[in-house]
């Protein structure tokens, strides 16, 4: 079991950069895979970005490619979204996931745990 919580988000104007971080709860969390969805009103959640068990493999959604990066810290327990140039669209609330599959999967079928979320929000 994995219990996970995402901090950092908050307000920021259009072309401003957040850095989300998603503390880990569990023996495991080095062997699983990580990802970074959104969601924002009135749309479906989507992947942002995803991050194999070791960090070396990662992969993104083609609207955030260049602009955000995933990374983690396997002896702290963490993940890490930075965002940079950041866009209105942007505007969702951010959920951390992890999934018992080991490899950066954009599918969100393969994530088992969730954490809450936290808001961002661009304004333009």
């Known amino acids: 079991q994995v219990q996970l919580v995402e901090s950092g988000g908050g307000l920021v104007q259009a072309g401003g950069s957040l850095r989300l971080s998603c503390a880990a709860s569990?023996?495991?969390?080095?062997?699983?895979?990580m990802g970074w969805f959104r969601q924002a009103p009135g749309k479906e959640r989507e992947v942002v970005a995803a991050?194999?068990?070791?960090?070396?493999?990662?992969s993104y959604a083609g609207s955030v490619k260049g602009r955000f990066t995933i990374s983690r810290d396997n002896a702290k327990n963490k993940v890490y979204l930075q965002m940079n140039s950041l866009k209105p669209d942007d505007t969702a609330v951010y959920y951390c996931?992890?999934?018992?599959?080991?490899?950066?999967?954009?599918?969100?079928?393969?994530?088992?745990?969730w954490g809450q979320g936290s808001q961002v929000t661009v304004s333009s």
């Open positions: 996931a992890g999934s018992r599959v080991a490899y950066n999967s954009l599918g969100i079928r393969d994530y088992d745990y």
């Open positions: 569990g023996r495991s969390f080095s062997s699983y895979g």
């Open positions: 991050i194999s068990w070791s960090g070396s493999s990662t």
